[in-house]
């Protein structure tokens, strides 16, 4: 195996502190999405279209690529890599449907939707050329 995270071939536990940063951008990603409509600027929406649609992706591509680098660490990147992709698109499906939802004055956009799932890829292509872990 050509650049695993673990050279020393003994397997990493999973500790607390691996899941700090991705948690903290889950939070953080779920508060912009529960901005009420009223507080967004209002501008635009043709000039703001594209923006919006890099902000989710480059925000879903952080989320992602903290979560590999945190299962890489404790070793376990191979075993849960496609479980933990999956978890994450429908982490961002589902603030979408809840901004059509709950959140006052939001909508539900699939633009939005398919941005973040292409985030998602990002992210592990992210980890995976930072890390040279092709796995």
């Given at each position: 195996?050509?650049?695993?995270?673990?050279?020393?071939?003994?397997?990493?536990?999973?500790?607390?502190?691996?899941?700090?940063?991705?948690?903290l951008w889950a939070l953080l990603i779920f508060?912009?999405?529960?901005?009420?409509?009223?507080?967004?600027?209002?501008?635009?929406?043709?000039?703001?279209?594209?923006?919006?649609?890099?902000?989710?992706?480059?925000?879903?591509?952080?989320?992602?690529?903290?979560?590999?680098?945190?299962?890489?660490?404790?070793?376990?990147?191979?075993?849960?890599?496609?479980?933990?992709?999956?978890?994450?698109?429908m982490y961002g499906f589902g603030l979408e449907?809840?901004?059509?939802?709950?959140?006052?004055?939001?909508?539900?956009?699939?633009?939005?939707?398919?941005?973040?799932?292409?985030?998602?890829?990002?992210?592990?292509?992210?980890?995976?050329?930072?890390?040279?872990?092709?796995?």
């Amino acid at each position: 195996m050509r650049g695993g995270l673990n050279e020393s071939g003994v397997a990493g536990d999973f500790q607390f502190r691996h899941a700090v940063v991705p948690g903290l951008w889950a939070l953080l990603i779920f508060g912009l999405h529960a901005i009420p409509g009223k507080d967004l600027p209002q501008s635009n929406w043709l000039g703001e279209l594209h923006m919006d649609k890099l902000i989710h992706l480059m925000m879903f591509m952080f989320l992602s690529s903290s979560v590999f680098i945190a299962l890489g660490k404790s070793g376990s990147v191979r075993q849960y890599k496609w479980f933990a992709a999956a978890v994450l698109v429908m982490y961002g499906f589902g603030l979408e449907f809840a901004q059509g939802i709950w959140f006052e004055g939001r909508t539900s956009s699939f633009g939005d939707m398919f941005a973040d799932g292409l985030g998602v890829g990002a992210g592990r292509l992210l980890f995976r050329w930072i890390y040279g872990c092709w796995n």
